[in-house]
Nanobody, 120 residues
Framework: QVQLAESGGGLVQPGGSLRLSCTAS????????MSWYRQAPGKERELVAD????????NYADSVKGRFTISRDNVKNTVYLQMNSLKPEDTAVYYC?????????????WGQGTQVTVSS
């Protein structure tokens, strides 16, 4: 059974940092492009960052460029989102996401989300 599990969220002051983790089970994420999305209250879910495979090229939303870094550890089967210089507008539930081939068919998978709150 394929599952994605996010962790690492919490309450942080503006200017602080958090590292989110997305650990996969039932699938090896090293062979797939992976993404982080976020959804703030009353807003649509938006793409924050993604990391491609092969090659590991990355892509970021303009609002997080220079502050967030997406990476992966294939040994731990985990994708990370390092978030620095956090702002109150980064407050949201963060989700990891992947499009996996399951029994020959592509399927989207989402984690349950982890809450990030940036507030003083």
């Amino acid at each position: 059974q394929v599952q994605l599990a996010e962790s690492g969220g919490g309450l942080v002051q503006p200017g602080g940092s958090l590292r989110l983790s997305c650990t996969a089970s039932g699938i090896f994420v090293g062979t797939y492009s992976m993404s982080w999305y976020r959804q703030a209250p009353g807003k649509e879910r938006e793409l924050v960052a993604d990391i491609a495979t092969p090659g590991g090229s990355t892509n970021y939303a303009d609002s997080v460029k220079g502050r967030f870094t997406i990476s992966r550890d294939n040994v731990k089967n985990t994708v990370y989102l390092q978030m620095n210089s956090l702002k109150p507008e980064d407050t949201a539930v963060y989700y990891c996401n992947g499009l996996f081939q399951i029994s020959g068919a592509p399927r989207w998978f989402w984690g349950q989300g982890t809450q990030v709150t940036v507030s003083s």
